[in-house]
């Protein structure tokens, strides 16, 4: 204890240092904070990762950014932050390339089981009774991103990047929980008639299992005891008894103990030994290899017991027989397969590395030395594979392929044309559309490294290994066709002139015309003819003078002679102005002799223009001429000159006075373009930049002069300054080599033997890449070459060797002895023998050689039997006799007994022992029946060499004869199916058939071109075909025809609108109409000559006048005059003076003339000399323009069908007013012309389907049997183009096969449990393999034949054997399995959302002994998928009523009663009752479900239909009371009070049985002096009490209510 001073120091000492430490603890911390602070001031912060860059694949390379912050949020120096906390700030990545779509791939699971959507909460929500159809769920499944070739996992961002990731779950429903259905109980068992206890029983059997959580299934059985059993007496219950035999023992071999030395046996049947004593047979040594491998033979046992029927053991005596079951045998000691060790392991199948992850694979292998027997363990697997990777950089970049090409044949037309005629042949150059073909092979990529070179060689692969599509073989194509050039009419002859106007030498000189290109010529062999022709003349001039004459000025007064003014130009041949010292030294004249008529001279007309010449060139019988002429204007009065005589009005001239025998300088083509020394300079300087070419180079050609219709002359006759040029540069195409490829490898050789003797052959091929052209190196003539394969090997066979059986070994001596107490060595034993593997050498081999080659080896053990003195025994079965050729007859076989069998009684019954077997011999009759349908018409195979690269249609025969196929089934005499060639060699009837061919559509060669329309200007040609025949049976269609099946194609066309024009004479002279011959004067008519002619010709051919415009013809006559002596005379008027090309109406255009002769008198004024007249359109002022037509249609040439042709469009000049014009009044306004006249187009070519050959026939659909089918196809080469022959439907034709017969084996049914001398327990049930011979599907009508037609068994021993068992009397054990039931769906409200249904079956078990019912097994339910299921629904259904109870019960809707299946919530009541419950007075539930009351009562009911009381009958008092009524009569008050009521005139009842409303108001009334009587008594409850005061119709008013409690 302490004192209390000292406490109160501690105290405060305490309480001080309790601050101090609160106070360093604070400081620490705060230290501690700032000094973490300072430490972590700066912190690392990544970016994102950046895009993967660098080589696809595994190579890639990711980047990110890296800053450092302080922990304030501003960034700092990288240094400031820890290095050893740095992040990474690259990474390895897999870089996703296009190409990787062909490696990964997006894997997805089936969705996994639907769960429930979890509650809010966390947890599921549970299935309750509320689940009425289905409840909500949610399912999963695993996506992931794997690589196609191994399946192995990768990140999924490679996958994303080609396709969105599917989704990892869905909604779904889950139906609601289903109980187990089973079906109806069977009828009870009946009973036996014996006495004691005994059992019937019933079983149901399982329908459908509980889904999702249903209830299991209800027992199947159900047991009862038999009704009033017979009572046995005591002591002599009848009881059965049997003979149970058990399970045989493992087989074992004989233990030491067993074996004593005076080989005395003690068994011992007891398994604890671990010394096995080796039992082996002397004569038995097997070996492999010189390896002995023994097969030991031991023994198994089984025990045997006595049991009652009511499943007790009792004394063997009570069950032994005259034979005793067999107890002990000999078996063969069970030995695993033994195999070899694993050889070691191949190396990995991938040799190079490419942009996958895929691994490659190896594998070990190993074989078998000794197989299993005696139920040994069977052998494993063989062979092992798994997947290696070898380190990238030891690996060698794999190789890649693409598809290469060669060049593009020539085009080829007469494909296409053979298509459209095929009895089309060459007739000449052919041009437009054809088809070039070449070859597309696969080829190693080159190395980026290798690419350099100039000519690449690559070497052809298999095409499989090419991944990509192949590029097409053949295409469309276009050969120009050539056409000539369009040119120009002559132009009028020049002047003659020296051929060198600038060296002018000689008298000789030329006379030119010309004509210009109007559309080029197109293509190699276009032609254009010789545009200048020449005729020689004498005296040539280069330079004239051309004069012009002045007005006529008198020499004296103003009429008499005068001189006309001449003036003087010098113009060289092209009427150009030049210097006058080029023209010869005479000057013309100044001025020229001239006459002004006076008062009363003759006045005469000025000479008209020289007319054209009358022809182009002179000859033997006529000369060209000119004419002018002039007319008598006004007579010559008294005094006056007279006027000339009519000849002298007229003047001739001679022209194109030259021979007709032109002269014109001919070309031949251009040559091909050649190299020369002479241009080589060129080369170096000058490049031709065209493709494919290699320099300059020079073509010629043959110029020569000719003379028309003589032919060629000396060229000195044609001017050499007009010669054309003989040599031009061209561009010189380069040499092009042949280019093939490197051969192919070598097809390789078999790997593995081979088994027949047959020549095996190997090959190799290339292929021309580029054809050789311009003189360069030729192709190799060797393009295949074929070797034989060297060290081909034989494959060796291998076949079993089976020794002979080993004696029968039986069970050891001395354990027969312990066991069977019997001596005798007989009975069933097992023998073996030594199977070896040899080679057609007869060498010893591996075991696994033979395996491979025959699958199934030989039995090295088989069961025997060793007689015994009781058993019969028989020699060896004979052969059969041999058949005749009758098909009647049988064959037979004999064996005899031996020994002392042939006096024992039983071995003489034939029925037992048949000493004969007969059965029927084969026939060689045989039965054909022809089965199936016919096959498609097949057309012979044409033998027409396909064309390189492509085939065309017209290649393999389409229509026409062919055969049909039908398959025939044959059997013989019996009715077996046997091989067809017994029937036909074909196995087919033939017969022949007719595939329509197509028929195109025909239609008429294009008729001429008709007329132009227009003879002036721009017109339309047209020209047409007509139908011929009508397309069928699929052949190319017409095309658009018009009404009267006509089909019109028309060009633009233009005529020279001054190509044929009016000739007109010279008009007559003046023929006057007075009457008076007195007077020579005044008006009259004149008339002349109109002619049309055409002027397109030099000579001004006369034509027909339709040909010219009819419109424009010009007057034949006209009126004139003769002035008379006295009158003015003026001159002709001059020509208007032109129109601006505005035609402006303001501006005036004006004419003159000038006086000839005065008038007598001074008084009479002349005519005008001048008129004046405004611009008007389109009246005297006239504007033009180019008309342009639109383009024509293409145009090929006449050798052509499709390709390139020409369009064009034609230009005319067009006068404002609409009139067509020539062309030279355009020109001479400086028009601007449209430069393209002409262009390129294409027609598209007409090409008919191509089809590839068929190919070869599969194989047959089934091995052997009917319905088989061989099938064959062709595809579309090149599909229909145009108007071209369409694809036929038919690319495939199906063909039956030989029906040849099936042999199968077939199992048979188990047979029954086989005991052994047992009445009931374990046993073997055995079936047997037999082989039948159908026609493919094994049913009733399969026979069976000998077991040698079937292949090798495809079962096991163990297929053919299995155990079972009997049950015993009393046993409780387990049925047969019930029927697989129907296949039935999992749907909600009618609807699946399965694809696969359920079908069960189950097994219970029977209770024969109450006794035994522990010992009985569970029953069994199975349950399997199926296809082709039902939705079922199930529903309540029940009997009628009876006595408020009814039967209910649950049905399928296919009919069957069924338990479970129908929802327990809705299951309608089995026993009746009323709702609510009936407890009125007299009242009871009657069978409608109401309550009513009992007899002697009334029902009173309310308004809803319930009772509201029962009442009494009048006059039911002295009726016999019912029991239910005993209440009712000891409640007397009630029935008084009724009584009392019944007799008021105020009833308080309606007739309904309500309450009326008057007595609701006096209740209420005396509720209310209750009350005051209460407060009354309250207030006087001191004083005396003077009297009580209770109104006397209270009581009988409550009474009245009593019997209604519940209003």
């Not at 994303?160 to 259905?181: G, S």
């Not at 501006?1147 to 007598?1160: D, G, K």
């Not at 099936?1302 to 188990?1310: A, E, K, P």
């Not at 009628?1440 to 109870?1445: C, G, I």
């Amino acid at each position: 204890m302490f004192p209390k001073d000292n406490l109160a120091v501690t105290c405060w000492v305490w309480r001080r240092m309790r601050k101090l430490f609160v106070f360093l603890c604070l400081l620490l911390s705060h230290a501690a904070h700032l000094e973490g602070k300072k430490d972590n001031r700066f912190i690392w912060k990544p970016g994102p990762w950046g895009r993967c860059t660098g080589d696809c694949g595994p190579g890639g390379l990711q980047t990110r950014a890296l800053w450092c912050f302080h922990f304030e949020g501003w960034t700092s120096h990288l240094s400031n932050c820890d290095e050893n906390n740095r992040p990474p700030k690259e990474r390895s990545c897999f870089r996703v390339c296009d190409w990787h779509s062909d490696l990964f791939q997006w894997e997805v699971s089936d969705w996994h089981h639907c769960v429930l959507v979890p509650s809010t909460l966390g947890q599921a929500k549970p299935r309750t009774a509320e689940c009425v159809t289905a409840q909500h769920g949610l399912q999963h499944r695993t996506v992931r991103c794997v690589q196609k070739l191994n399946r192995t996992m990768v990140v999924n961002e490679i996958c994303e990047h080609f396709a969105p990731q599917p989704p990892t779950e869905q909604a779904c429903l889950i139906p609601c929980p289903r109980d187990c259905v089973v079906s109806e109980f069977s009828q009870w068992s009946k009973c036996s008639n014996g006495c004691g206890k005994q059992l019937q029983h019933r079983t149901r059997v399982a329908i459908a299992p509980p889904l999702y959580g249903g209830s299991r299934c209800p027992n199947l059985t159900e047991s009862r005891i038999c009704d009033v059993p017979i009572s046995c007496p005591l002591g002599e219950e009848e009881y059965t008894f049997s003979l149970k035999v058990g399970p045989w023992s493992k087989c074992r071999l004989p233990l030491l103990k067993e074996i004593n030395l005076s080989r005395r046996t003690v068994v011992d049947f007891s398994s604890d030994s671990k010394e096995p004593v080796t039992f082996r047979h002397q004569s038995y040594k097997p070996h492999h290899h010189a390896k002995p491998w023994d097969i030991e033979i031991g023994y198994q046992t089984r025990q045997v017991w006595c049991t009652r029927s009511d499943g007790k053991n009792a004394m063997l005596s009570l069950c032994m027989k005259d034979s005793f079951p067999l107890t002990v045998q000999s078996c063969v000691m069970p030995k695993d397969c033994e195999t070899t060790e694993w050889s070691s392991w191949s190396p990995c199948s991938k040799t190079c590395h490419s942009g996958s992850l895929s691994p490659g694979f190896r594998s070990r292998s190993r074989s078998v030395k000794h197989i299993a027997i005696g139920g040994g363990k069977e052998c494993p697997e063989l062979l092992e594979k798994q997947a290696c990777i070898v380190e990238g950089g030891l690996l060698q970049p794999c190789p890649r392929y693409s598809w290469r090409t060669s060049e593009w044949t020539e085009c080829q037309v007469s494909l296409l044309l053979e298509q459209q005629d095929p009895h089309w042949h060459v007739t000449g150059p052919v041009c437009g559309g054809g088809i070039q073909t070449r070859e597309v092979y696969c080829a190693q990529n080159t190395p980026a490294s290798t690419t350099q070179r100039a000519k690449e060689v690559f070497r052809p692969v298999e095409k499989t290994l090419c991944l990509e599509p192949a590029p097409e073989a053949s295409q469309l194509c276009n050969i120009p066709c050539s056409t000539d050039c369009i040119v120009s009419s002559w132009s009028a002859w020049g002047p003659c002139i020296h051929e060198n106007c600038r060296d002018p030498q000689g008298r000789k000189g030329f006379r030119m015309r010309q004509r210009h290109v109007l559309m080029e010529s197109t293509g190699p062999a276009g032609h254009c003819p010789h545009l200048v022709e020449f005729v020689p003349c004498e005296d040539p001039m280069c330079y004239q003078w051309l004069t012009s004459e002045g007005i006529c000025i008198p020499d004296h007064g103003k009429c008499g002679l005068g001189r006309r003014i001449l003036k003087a130009v010098c113009q060289n041949d092209r009427g150009e102005d030049v210097s006058g010292n080029l023209c010869p030294a005479s000057f013309p004249p100044e001025w020229i002799a001239c006459e002004i008529p006076c008062r009363m001279d003759c006045v005469v007309s000025e000479w008209t223009e020289w007319s054209s010449c009358s022809q182009s060139c002179s000859n033997k019988n006529s000369d060209g001429k000119q004419t002018r002429s002039r007319t008598i204007l006004a007579l010559a009065g008294e005094g006056g000159k007279p006027c000339p005589p009519s000849q002298a009005l007229q003047e001739y001239r001679s022209c194109n006075d030259h021979s007709c025998m032109q002269l014109y300088w001919e070309t031949s083509p251009w040559g091909p373009c050649s190299e020369d020394t002479l241009v080589s300079a060129l080369n170096a300087t000058n490049g031709w930049n065209g493709e494919g070419t290699c320099g300059v180079g020079i073509q010629t050609r043959k110029v020569i002069c000719v003379k028309s219709h003589v032919g060629q002359v000396m060229p000195k006759r044609c001017p050499d300054s007009t010669r054309p040029e003989m040599v031009r540069p061209c561009p010189l195409p380069c040499k092009k080599d042949c280019i093939v490829t490197a051969f192919s490898e070598w097809t390789p050789c078999p790997r593995l033997c081979q088994s027949g003797n047959a020549t095996i052959k190997q090959s190799r091929y290339r292929i021309i890449n580029q054809e050789a052209a311009n003189g360069g190196q030729e192709c190799p003539d060797t393009l295949f070459e074929e070797r034989e394969c060297e060290d081909v090997s034989l494959c060796p066979v291998y076949r079993w060797k089976p020794q002979k059986w080993s004696p029968c070994v039986l069970v050891p001596e001395s354990v027969r002895q312990g066991i069977m107490s019997t001596s005798e060595a007989c009975g069933k034993g097992v023998q073996t023998r030594v199977v070896s593997c040899i080679s057609n050498d007869n060498q010893s081999e591996e075991m696994t050689k033979c395996l491979k080659q025959t699958s199934s080896m030989p039995p090295l053990v088989q069961e025997c039997t060793v007689p015994c003195r009781d058993d019969c025994t028989f020699t060896a079965w004979s052969k059969f006799t041999p058949c005749s050729t009758n098909c009647e007859t049988t064959q037979s076989r004999r064996r005899q007994l031996t020994g002392k069998s042939r006096k024992k009684e039983k071995c003489q019954e034939p029925d037992l022992y048949p000493l004969m077997e007969t059965e029927l011999c084969p026939c060689d009759i045989f039965i054909s029946q022809p089965y199936g349908n016919w096959s498609d018409c097949i057309l012979p195979e044409s033998r027409r060499e396909p064309l390189r690269g492509v085939q065309v249609q017209g290649d393999s025969k389409q229509c026409g004869k062919g055969i049909r196929f039908r398959a025939i089934a044959c059997s013989d005499k019996n009715g077996r199916p046997v091989d067809p060639s017994h029937c036909s060699s074909s196995g087919y009837i033939q017969e022949e058939c007719v595939i329509p061919c197509p028929f195109d559509c025909k239609l008429s060669d294009w008729s001429s071109w008709g007329a132009c329309s227009s003879s002036c200007g721009i017109g339309v040609r047209i020209r047409s075909k007509w139908l011929k025949e009508k397309p069928y049976n699929g052949g190319r269609p017409c095309p658009k025809l018009d009404l009267k099946n006509q089909v019109h194609e028309a060009v633009p066309c233009y005529s020279e609108c001054n190509q044929y024009s009016w000739a007109v004479g010279p008009w007559s002279p003046c023929k006057i109409h007075n009457e008076l011959r007195s007077l020579r004067c005044g008006g009259g008519t004149q008339s002349r000559e109109i002619r049309c002619v055409n002027t397109a010709g030099s000579e001004g051919r006369a034509v027909d006048n339709s040909l010219c415009r009819q419109d424009e013809m010009p007057p034949e006559t006209q009126p004139c005059s003769l002035l008379c002596p006295n009158e003015c005379v003026m001159s002709e008027w001059g020509p208007w003076s032109k129109c601006p090309q505005s035609c402006d109406p303001h501006t005036m255009q004006r004419r003159t003339r000038h006086l000839l002769r005065p008038s007598l008198s001074s008084r009479t004024t002349c005519a005008e000399d001048s008129q004046v007249r405004p611009c008007l359109l389109n009246e005297n002022c006239f504007q033009f323009q180019y008309n342009l037509t639109e383009w024509s249609t293409c145009q090929l040439s006449e050798n052509a069908t499709c390709g390139q042709g020409v369009r064009t469009r034609l230009l005319s000049c067009v006068r404002s007013d609409g009139k067509p014009v020539s062309m030279d009044q355009c020109e001479q306004h400086n028009l601007e012309k449209p430069q393209r006249m002409s262009s390129h187009c294409l027609v598209e070519c007409v090409v008919n389907c191509q089809l590839s050959g068929w190919t070869a026939w599969t194989e047959c659909s089934q091995s052997c049997g009917h319905g088989g089918r061989m099938s064959r196809t062709r595809f579309i080469m090149l599909p229909t183009q145009g108007e071209g022959r369409p694809c036929p439907t038919e690319l495939s034709q199906q063909k039956p096969c030989p029906v040849t017969p099936c042999y199968s084996w077939v199992l048979s049914n188990w047979s029954a449990c086989k005991l052994e001398g047992g009445d009931c327990g374990e046993g073997v049930q055995i079936r047997s393999l037999s082989c039948v011979v159908h026609n493919g599907s094994i049913s009733t009508s399969a026979v069976r034949v000998d077991d040698a037609q079937c292949k090798e068994m495809p079962f096991q021993d163990a297929l053919l054997k299995q155990l079972c068992s009997v049950p015993c009397p009393g046993d409780c054990h387990l049925t047969e399995w019930s029927e697989w039931s129907t296949c039935e769906l999992t749907c909600i409200d009618g609807r699946s959302f399965e694809t696969m249904g359920r079908q069960s079956r189950s097994r219970t078990f029977i209770i024969q002994s109450f006794e035994n019912q522990d010992s009985c097994p569970q029953q069994v339910l199975e349950t399997r998928p199926c296809t082709g299921g039902k939705c079922y629904h199930y529903t309540w259904k029940a009997s009628l009523w009876n006595n408020n109870e009814r039967t209910v019960w649950c049905q399928r809707s296919d009919g069957i009663n069924v338990t479970g299946g129908c929802s327990p919530q809705a299951r309608p009541a089995a026993i009746r009752q009323c709702n609510p419950a009936c407890r009125k007075p007299f009242s009871y539930c009657t069978q409608g479900g109401v309550c009513g009351c009992e007899k002697g009562y009334t029902e009173i009911m309310r308004s809803n239909g319930f009772l509201d009381y029962c009442m009494k009958v009048p006059g039911s008092e002295d009726k016999k009371a019912h029991v239910k009524n005993l209440a009712g009569k000891n409640r007397p008050v009630n029935s008084k009070i009724h009584d009392m009521f019944k007799g008021w005139s105020l009833q308080p009842l309606d007739p309904d049985g309500r309450v009326k409303i008057w007595v609701y108001g006096v209740s209420g009334g005396g509720f209310l002096i209750m009350i005051f009587l209460v407060f009354t008594s309250y207030f006087v409850c001191k004083k005396p009490k003077q009297h009580q005061s209770t109104p006397p119709q209270q009581k009988p008013l409550t009474l009245a209510y009593d019997g209604d409690l519940d209003m």
